[in-house]
């Protein structure tokens, strides 16, 4: 097979390698001779890979001359994908933390020679590099936080490689071009790409990082290529086909904007900026479930002209809620009037309208998952140890911030549990919802039609295990499909 390198300036080329011709990319593209070639093989060493440069050009005229370009299109195009933060945490993670281990400083820089560094001892880094991007000239930018993490990789030229290194690079050179056979990297075709959104900071997350790392790893098997992206990533959501929302939704934060930003764009969402709208509005649901039939506790909708009447509907103690509460944030019990006055007195300065309901103990919910209008887990969630919720945030130990839960076979749930809860994730549409109910003497009401409901690993996977997340993955690929 005959061998050339296409550089932009032969001229400047420093390196003398045998049985290889060095052509400049100019005449590479533009000379009748090459296009005819057969049984070539195209080293492309070019300064500039970015999009419709001559570099560029090269490696897709290559391809379209039959010849075997190294660089490939797909792999210039791997340098800037969003598959490189996957491929790096995924595959070389291990690798990364064994071979930096020693560097004092928080910075590090890997430059890599036809698959090679100077130093032996980031061989085997080196070769992971190379082997899945094929770039001869490339720089990879470390940063050390809590462990080493990759920050940058790019190809580099010619001219960028440090005085020091260039003997070391020729003979390197020599012994890649005197190869007889080049791996090619492997070229991974996913379905579609998934933006999980994930804040960092989120004080009750809808589901714990083994979730996250379980819904990567369905993900990887079902062949979707899944990343975590966080609420500074908007502006590269429109490089992904599906988004997953997975930080806690209220119509003021990031989660809603992305889902918004997803359904205009045509971005398949779990779940819709309407079930946000609605499922994060207490008063919104209190008003649909009564104009559907459905069983609540007695709720009133709270205003400054009937909250001296409001007690002699739901008694005491009595459950007073903000609009937009989440996790049991903004849901408080009051045990007297003299409570109810002051607390009624303070959330009706943060919304016009507020919700009552009567107090319903009970020592579980029911939570019954629904995706697209099926049940897909079940579970019972337990008060909080020596309190009223699930959650207790004031708990000074964490382990009792919330109660413990047992998850059984949709099968051994009460069918009329299950009825309640499919007619009330009904009200909402296609979606991911949570659906709390008690039962209180025989009496089944439900509590709360919730959003983006927990997915934790441990709780709601309990029984049917990797099934939870392949049925919300489904949901997902069949919105594209």
Known sequence: MNKYIVVNQPEKWNFSIDKITVISSQDYLTNPKYALLKNARIFNLCKDYSYQSKGYYVSLLAEARGHLPIPTTKNIVDLKALKLVRIVSDEFDDVIQQSLKNIKSQDFTLSIYFGQNVAQKYKNLSTLFYKHFQVPFLRVNFNHTTKWNIQSIKAISESEIPAEHISSVHEFANQYFAKKRYDTAKVANYDFDLAILVNPKDPAPPSNPKALKK?????????????????????????????????????????????????????????????????????????????????????????????????????????????????????????????????????????????????????????????????????????????????????????????????????????????????????????????????????LMVIEINDNPNIDFGVEDEYYGDLIYTEILSALKKRLD
């Open 215 to 443: 819904f990567i790893e369905i993900a990887e098997k079902m062949n979707i290529y899944a990343e975590i992206i966080e609420p500074k990533d908007l502006s590269r959501l429109s490089s992904f086909d599906a988004l997953f929302l997975r930080q806690s939704t209220e119509v003021n934060n990031e989660a809603y904007t992305f889902a918004r930003k997803a359904q205009q764009e045509g971005i398949a969402i779990i779940d819709y900026p309407d079930a946000i709208l609605k499922c994060c509005n207490k008063v919104y649901m209190a008003e649909a479930m009564n104009n559907a039939n459905i069983s609540t506790p007695k709720t009133v909708i709270v205003h400054n002209n009937n909250r001296n009447s409001v007690l002699d509907q739901t008694g005491l103690p009595c459950v007073l809620k903000a609009p937009d509460s989440t996790f049991s944030f903004g849901v408080k019990k009051a045990k007297t009037k003299e409570e109810f006055d002051v607390l009624v007195t303070e959330m009706l300065k943060e919304s016009d309208l507020i919700i009552a309901q009567e107090f319903c103990p009970s020592d579980y919910d029911w939570r019954i998952g629904i995706i697209d209008n099926k049940p897909f887990y079940a579970c019972r969630y337990y008060m909080a140890k020596g309190h009223w919720q699930i959650y207790n945030w004031k708990a000074t130990d964490k382990n009792e911030q919330d109660g413990d839960a047992d998850c059984l076979p949709i099968e051994d749930v009460p069918k009329d549990v299950i009825d309640m809860a499919l007619k009330s994730a009904k009200l909402m549409g296609l979606g991911l919802y949570g659906i709390d109910i008690k039962v209180v003497d025989n009496k």
